[in-house]
């Protein structure tokens, strides 16, 4: 008998799930003075902190992955709310350094947990286009999160309300999300082969997967290194950086809400290419504008990362499912990765700005805004090797004869028939 699948509600909590995933990395980042001045703590332990976040993400979506077929993702989803309850409240009651390295470290794991049940479980609720569609749909709470987040924290920072009351903001989505997928049945995976681990590790040899996984790694980076470091970059641009943080994240969630027709007209190879020329567009025009130009340099960077992630996850869903939910955890993983490895080397990029401006005698807010630019002409390096790989993922695919997971599982059920 099967078993009645509720994939709306499963879709909803999905979401919260992410929005939880969202408000742990904008009210931390919002309350990190308060953090430092309460417990004494230098930027470097700070910076440490911050580096637990993207630690644990990984570490858990791979294992996810790896226990998906065995445990399924509702236990992994509980694992994820255990996760994020232990971290919020060892933050909320931490006594020093240790204690809020250790409870960011849970809010990372759970973080990781969401994406390793999400993404797999989102691809087997659905069918063809509307995978990409309900992924980008998905996806989008994550800058949507940070923009409410953001808001949130500047609103009850202004108040003068202490951080822990922030801290228990992120409890609501978390308390919603558990409730939602209470008593819930999950969908099994499409095919076959996606229930056998070993299928799963033979595939990740495939050239498509092995393509898009170290791609990641490069689109990851063009997305979030701009952002991570847009109070730096463009603190003397003449424009707002938490305005431009929150055009930009404002903006990816209302593209990946209307992913839909996107992707059906240019196809996940021609969003990622087009994506990829809009990021360099976007990252080359913070380089060399100021004042007002920069609003609009972050419509074209919006634009071009917008769809990279969910995109990317769809794209492996859809081009190597024999993966299943191993080969999107690694997909994710490697994103989270090669975030956490990019961020000191950007970081030594400013420093090293900042020494040539120096010698060069300039001084004050002349040295940041061209520290910021030069490393900012760096960055574009990134979305430019992205075109060329990009050009060449569409005309390699473009000939390739691609079966959607459910023509495979139709072929699949008639054979055993």
């Not at 999400?118 to 309900?134: E, F, H, Q």
């Not at 202004?158 to 997928?181: E, H, K, R, S």
């Not at 996606?194 to 898009?212: C, H, I, Y």
């Not at 769809?314 to 499912?321: E, F, L, M, S, W």
């Amino acid at each position: 008998m099967n078993e009645k699948i509720n994939k709306n509600i499963l879709f909803y909590g999905s979401c919260f799930a992410l929005i939880t995933t969202a408000l742990t990395f904008s009210i931390r980042a919002g309350i990190l003075p308060q953090l430092g001045d309460e417990f004494g703590l230098t930027a470097e332990q700070l910076g440490f902190i911050n580096s637990m976040w993207f630690f644990g993400f990984p570490i858990s979506m791979i294992l996810g992955g790896i226990f998906y077929n065995s445990i399924g993702p509702k236990n992994i989803m509980r694992i994820a709310f255990v996760s994020h309850v232990i971290g919020i409240l060892m933050t909320i009651y931490a006594g020093g350094y240790t204690t809020l390295l250790i409870s960011t470290l849970f809010i990372g794991f759970g973080n990781g947990c969401t994406e390793a049940a999400c993404n797999p479980m989102i691809a087997d609720s659905y069918k063809g286009n509307m995978v990409d569609k309900m992924l980008n749909r998905f996806h989008m709470w994550f800058p949507g999160g940070i923009v409410l987040g953001s808001l949130i924290s500047k609103f009850m920072t202004d108040a003068n309300m202490g951080w822990q009351a922030q801290i228990w903001i992120m409890l609501i989505p978390a308390v919603i999300y558990f409730i939602l997928f209470l008593g819930q049945n999950f969908p099994k995976p499409k095919l076959e082969e996606m229930k056998s681990l070993t299928e799963n590790f033979k595939a990740l040899g495939s050239p498509v997967f092995l393509f898009l996984f170290f791609t990641m790694a490069i689109t990851a980076i063009t997305e979030f290194g701009p952002q991570q470091w847009v109070s730096v970059t463009l603190s003397e641009s003449g424009a707002s950086p938490m305005i431009i943080l929150a055009l930009v994240t404002g903006l990816m969630a209302v593209g990946r809400w209307f992913a839909g027709p996107v992707i059906a007209t240019l196809g996940q190879t021609g969003v990622l290419l087009g994506g990829a020329i809009f990021s360099a567009i976007g990252i080359y025009m913070f380089s060399v504008v100021t004042g007002p130009m920069a609003y609009v340099a972050a419509i074209f960077f919006a634009i071009g990362v917008c769809y990279f992630w969910p995109t990317m996850v769809g794209a492996a869903a859809k081009r190597a499912p024999v993966t299943g939910a191993l080969g999107l955890s690694l997909i994710g993983g490697m994103g989270m990765f090669s975030s956490a490895i990019f961020q000191p080397v950007i970081g030594g990029w400013i420093d090293d700005a900042r020494v040539t401006a120096e010698s060069m005698g300039l001084t004050g807010s002349e040295l940041e805004l061209v520290a910021g630019q030069v490393t900012l002409t760096k960055m574009v390096m990134f979305p430019a090797i992205l075109i060329v790989l990009f050009i060449i993922f569409y005309i390699w695919q473009k000939k390739a004869d691609i079966k959607t997971v459910d023509e495979m599982a139709q072929e699949e059920g008639a054979v055993a028939m």
